[in-house]
């Protein structure tokens, strides 16, 4: 009678280790799927592998096969979480270095946009300076040019001054010429008008 309910007691604990395990198993898969590699993870795993321990003392102690097997067969499961975990862990690390090698083309390509940012500032900078000096001497040509057109329109005031006294001093001179034909011309005809009077 009290082996009876030894055994009665002892399926009970293994029961209540059973249903541990379901939900240890369900919370481990549930966390694979959503949060790979945690900590929290990891631990689950721990605690299935205790609690396998403990119902493989159950089980040996009741002596039965198909708790044995069942046992064996929870451990097969365990071990493909584990793998599974394991597996997750490996890809995880994968991506780990193609976010690192991703983070290194990212700062290269930053890097290579600073340096073309930094070329482009420099040859503005020299374009506002040749900008400055082309300004600077189209001011002093400038002041040149219009110096010279001052220049200029004085020499052309000059010019036309100097063409004003040369037709006045052309027009004095033909006066002068049609005067002195004039004398001339009396001249002679009084010289005639005096031999014709002496001949007549």
Wanted: proline share 2%; with cysteine; hydrophobic share 35%.
């Amino acid at each position: 009678m009290a082996d009876l309910e030894s055994g009665s007691e002892g399926l009970l604990v293994f029961d209540r280790y059973d249903e541990e395990f379901n939900t240890l198993t369900e919370q481990i898969q549930r966390s694979l799927d959503e949060e790979p590699m945690s900590p929290y993870t990891q631990n689950l795993l721990q605690q299935c592998q205790d609690l396998l321990k403990q119902m493989a003392l159950e089980a040996r102690s009741l002596k039965q096969p198909k708790l044995l097997q069942r046992v064996k067969d929870y451990k097969s499961h365990h071990a493909q979480l584990v793998q599974q975990y394991e597996r997750q862990g490996l890809l995880s690390g994968q991506n780990l270095n193609d976010d690192e090698e991703s983070r290194r083309q990212t700062e290269d390509m930053l890097s290579n946009q600073n340096d073309t940012l930094e070329r482009a500032r420099r040859t503005m900078q020299e374009t506002e300076q040749v900008a400055l000096e082309i300004t600077e001497e189209l001011g002093q040509n400038r002041e040149t040019l219009m110096s010279a057109h001052g220049r200029v329109k004085e020499v052309t005031t000059l010019t036309g001054r100097a063409r004003r006294i040369l037709n006045t001093m052309t027009q004095r001179a033909l006066q002068q010429k049609m005067v002195l034909y004039a004398v001339g011309g009396g001249l002679v005809l009084a010289f005639f008008v005096i031999l014709w009077m002496m001949w007549g």
